[in-house]
């Protein structure tokens, strides 16, 4: 008998983990609170419940990927009208959370998937829609080693590269500096074309000399903010994104509020995290993060 799967939250990211966990064989129930998720994943195939709580209570496990950390403790501990997932499941099911949420939010939800007898892992992703299509998501896990093991199968189908950081939350917690360190890397290279260009130099005389030098990382080399030197970067197609401006200001959020809870002074990435909100409240949010340059641009010239 294949190992059923609860996919609660079918959006962006969900409905195609979920379309390629059933295409892996296993038997996947979804629900999401938004009709026309619901739709577009029946159309994909994906069989609907009526509730969160009918699919989890068939499931030997239940994957969430929801926008915050409240939606998954509504979801986990029901709401009126909707009873809890965590309720609903059969003893020991094991619940695999690949929201990306509060290093807290997630400490909380492994509290709350215990008391009520079950198993839980944290399991941010890396990667966006085009990964998740394409299963090869980054999975950062967070949780004991044994459920680790016993979620690894199912988070092999919809990742390429899974990953277990530790404790229960350490998967958020590598998430939230992995994109903290990419915020900041951004804006610096972004802030260094700028300077380069204002100084004489062409982006490309700039891009050859850093990629092969020091200053080589992920946002020059593979997300380049300007367009020319690295083809596949958002740049070349008007900043489409890629990864969000909205969804780099969300994360930088959860990192200060990280940096809030254990007292680390990180100056460049609370700096970068004004900057990311900034942009975009000013117009940005739907734009790749690595549009930054264009803000940099303007409060240049002004
Ligand atoms: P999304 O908004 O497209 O999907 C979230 C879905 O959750 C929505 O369809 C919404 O209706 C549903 N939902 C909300 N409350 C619910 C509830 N109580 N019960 C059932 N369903 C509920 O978001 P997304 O782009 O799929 O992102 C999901 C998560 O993945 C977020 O935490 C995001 O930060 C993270 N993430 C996204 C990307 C990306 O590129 N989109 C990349 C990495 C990580």
Same mark, same amino acid.
């Given at each position: 008998?294949?190992?059923?799967?609860?996919?609660?939250?079918?959006?962006?990211?969900?409905?195609?983990?979920?379309?390629?966990?059933?295409?892996?064989?296993?038997?996947?129930?979804?629900?999401?609170? *938004?009709?026309?998720?619901?739709?577009?994943?029946?159309?994909?195939?994906?069989?609907?419940?009526?509730?969160?709580?009918?699919?989890?209570?068939?499931?030997?496990?239940?994957?969430?990927?929801?926008?915050?950390?409240?939606?998954?403790?509504?979801?986990?501990?029901?709401?009126?009208? #909707?009873?809890?997932?965590?309720?609903?499941?059969?003893?020991?099911?094991?619940?695999?959370?690949?929201?990306?949420?509060?290093?807290?939010?997630?400490?909380?939800?492994?509290?709350?998937?215990?008391?009520?007898?079950?198993?839980?892992?944290?399991?941010?992703?890396?990667?966006?829609?085009?990964? #998740?299509?394409?299963?090869? !998501?980054?999975?950062?896990?967070?949780?004991?080693?044994?459920? *680790?093991?016993?979620?690894?199968?199912?988070?092999?189908?919809?990742?390429?590269?899974?990953?277990?950081?530790?404790?229960?939350?350490?998967?958020?917690?590598?998430?939230?500096?992995?994109?903290?360190?990419?915020?900041?890397?951004?804006?610096?290279?972004?802030?260094?074309?700028?300077?380069?260009?204002?100084?004489?130099?062409?982006?490309?005389?700039?891009?050859?000399?850093?990629?092969? #030098?020091?200053?080589?990382?992920?946002?020059?080399?593979?997300?380049?903010?300007?367009?020319?030197?690295?083809?596949?970067?958002?740049?070349?197609?008007?900043?489409?994104?890629?990864?969000?401006?909205?969804?780099?200001?969300?994360? !930088?959020? !959860?990192?200060?509020?990280?940096?809030?809870?254990?007292?680390?002074?990180?100056?460049?990435?609370?700096?970068?995290?004004?900057?990311?909100?900034? *942009?975009?409240?000013?117009?940005?949010?739907?734009?790749? *993060?690595?549009?930054?340059?264009?803000?940099?641009?303007?409060?240049?010239?002004?």
């Amino acid at each position: 008998m294949s190992t059923s799967v609860a996919f609660i939250g079918l959006g962006n990211m969900g409905r195609p983990m979920a379309v390629n966990l059933a295409a892996a064989g296993y038997d996947v129930t979804g629900f999401d609170v *938004f009709e026309g998720a619901r739709d577009a994943a029946a159309a994909a195939g994906i069989t609907i419940s009526a509730t969160a709580a009918d699919a989890a209570a068939q499931a030997d496990v239940v994957i969430t990927m929801l926008q915050n950390g409240k939606q998954v403790h509504d979801v986990y501990t029901g709401t009126e009208g #909707a009873p809890g997932v965590l309720a609903a499941a059969k003893p020991d099911t094991l619940f695999i959370d690949c929201s990306t949420i509060a290093v807290d939010d997630a400490i909380e939800a492994h509290r709350l998937a215990a008391e009520a007898g079950h198993r839980n892992v944290d399991s941010p992703v890396s990667g966006g829609v085009v990964g #998740a299509t394409a299963g090869t !998501l980054a999975m950062m896990v967070g949780g004991a080693a044994a459920d *680790f093991e016993s979620a690894k199968p199912v988070l092999t189908v919809v990742g390429g590269r899974v990953v277990h950081c530790g404790k229960p939350g350490a998967g958020q917690a590598a998430k939230v500096c992995n994109n903290m360190l990419l915020a900041v890397s951004m804006i610096a290279v972004s802030e260094a074309f700028v300077l380069g260009e204002s100084l004489g130099l062409t982006d490309e005389a700039l891009f050859e000399v850093a990629s092969n #030098a020091s200053g080589q990382c992920w946002a020059l080399t593979t997300n380049c903010p300007v367009p020319g030197p690295v083809p596949a970067s958002p740049a070349n197609r008007d900043f489409a994104p890629g990864f969000s401006t909205a969804l780099m200001a969300k994360d !930088l959020g !959860l990192a200060a509020a990280a940096l809030q809870s254990t007292g680390v002074d990180a100056e460049l990435g609370t700096m970068a995290g004004l900057i990311y909100s900034r *942009f975009a409240e000013s117009g940005g949010a739907g734009l790749d *993060f690595s549009a930054i340059i264009t803000e940099i641009r303007a409060r240049s010239a002004a």
